[in-house]
């Protein structure tokens, strides 16, 4: 049980690295998350600080997370040692210690860190998420569906093993939560849509 704390805090203290706005004060000395949409993610970094902000936000909400989980695989051990690095993590990067506890929502942490414990799964709900953003160019409808589809995926393949599809779905649960500002806004028509000119480093005419 010791470990297990361990496993937790020891991903909470990393997922507390707010990559979005320690790059976006390196860059442009200036908060995130006073710009845009006010969220410390890769997407309002793509809109705010363009691409290259966000591959090197992405990446690094990823990486805090993936390593939460070989922390927790190497002293707990095993999938459920990795998805509570993944807890500990995403409560780090929903509230950061280090930038008073307003941080993001949790997509890339999520991903990174579950495509080390279910890698199948994840890449998955991934191809989910990339197909909704292309359709609908809304990051949001993507990242929802993503955070649904990946429990249902472990659910369906670890049925003997609760204990990992009941984590998982409580941080997909999470991640919609964490979206519900959005989701208020697709029902009132007035959420923002991706803009992949920017994805391609064009500015708009």
């Known amino acids: 049980m010791l470990k297990m704390i361990l496993v937790i805090a020891i991903g909470y203290l990393l997922g507390s690295i707010s990559t979005g706005v320690v790059l976006s004060k390196m860059l442009a000395k200036t908060d ?8 410390a993610g890769t997407t309002n ?30 002293l707990v051990g095993g999938e459920l040692g990795g998805l509570l690095g993944v807890v500990g ?24 860190s ?3 414990v279910f890698p199948v799964q994840a890449l998955l709900a991934f191809t989910v998420f990339l197909v909704l953003v292309a359709v609908t160019h809304y990051v949001s409808v993507g990242s929802v569906a993503a955070a649904i589809t990946l429990p249902l995926l472990v659910v369906f393949t670890h049925f003997d ?16 939560w964490r979206h519900r500002a959005n989701i208020k806004r697709l029902m009132n028509h007035t959420e923002s849509k991706l803009d992949f000119s920017k994805l391609k480093g064009k500015k708009k005419a």
């Open 32 to 39: 995130i998350r006073t710009q845009g949409s006010g969220n």
């Open 45 to 74: 970094m793509l809109r705010v600080l363009g691409r290259k902000a966000a591959l090197l936000t992405f990446i690094g909400d990823m990486l805090k997370g993936i390593i939460a989980v070989f922390i927790g695989k190497w």
């Open 89 to 112: 993590a995403v409560l780090g990067h929903y509230y950061p210690l280090y930038f008073g506890f307003k941080g993001g929502k949790g997509i890339a942490t999520s991903f990174g």
């Open 114 to 116: 579950l495509l080390f």
């Open 161 to 176: 093993q609760p204990a990992l599809w009941i984590i998982t779905a409580c941080t997909g649960a999470s991640v919609v």
